[in-house]
């Protein structure tokens, strides 16, 4: 309901979107957990967000700490959308702004498939634009303020909660409020 009403009211921006994955640690372990290989093998989860142009969650999926980003992303524009995708048209394009963690063929072929348009920083490549192509400003450090927004919410910053669908529950709530903030405050 949230997301139909900041759709009315502010309109999602899909013209560019963002994705990126932030490891918690989740002491008590459960379903949806793995060994952390940041933190020493301990018990870890990976929470993985997709937001619009404004910072708004359009998706979230929950994996293993040990799961990397790229087994995330299909979940995240696939069955874990919020609220439902328009198709991309070439008058109405969707752009994907992703981290270097993202570089692979999978994700090539995948964003194809959906016919979203990806900007993943390639390994070896430079911020500097070469001559005649098209300068994109950053907008993947949206991503990293909205798991930041999140993460503020103190429930949610250690998983303290053994079943994955508890903090899944939880994360939905946040993003609700996340969502309403955005409505009300612009």
């Not at 990806?118 to 070469?130: A, L, Q």
């Not at 798991?147 to 503020?152: E, Q, T, V, Y």
Request: charged share 25%; glycine share 10%.
């Amino acid at each position: 309901m949230t997301a139909r009403a900041y759709e009315r009211t502010r309109g999602i921006d899909w013209l560019w979107q963002s994705a990126d994955a932030k490891m918690a640690p989740a002491p008590l372990g459960g379903t949806q957990t793995g060994p952390n290989p940041t933190d020493r093998g301990k018990s870890g989860t990976k929470r993985h967000l997709l937001i619009d142009g404004r910072g708004v969650p359009l998706a979230f999926h929950l994996t293993g700490a040990n799961r990397h980003d790229i087994k995330g992303l299909k979940p995240l524009l696939g069955d874990g959308m919020l609220t439902k995708r328009p198709t991309p048209t070439a008058a109405s394009p969707q752009h994907l702004c992703l981290d270097k963690a993202y570089e692979a063929a999978s994700t090539d072929k995948l964003l194809a498939e959906m016919k979203i348009i990806g900007h993943v920083k390639r390994k070896g490549e430079t911020s500097e634009p070469g001559i005649g192509e098209p300068v994109y400003p950053a907008r993947r450090w949206k991503a990293e303020r909205s798991i930041s927004w999140l993460n503020n919410m103190r429930k949610l910053r250690t998983r303290w909660s053994k079943k994955g669908e508890n903090y899944e529950a939880l994360w939905l709530l946040a993003a609700m409020l996340l969502t309403y903030r955005r409505i009300v405050l612009g």
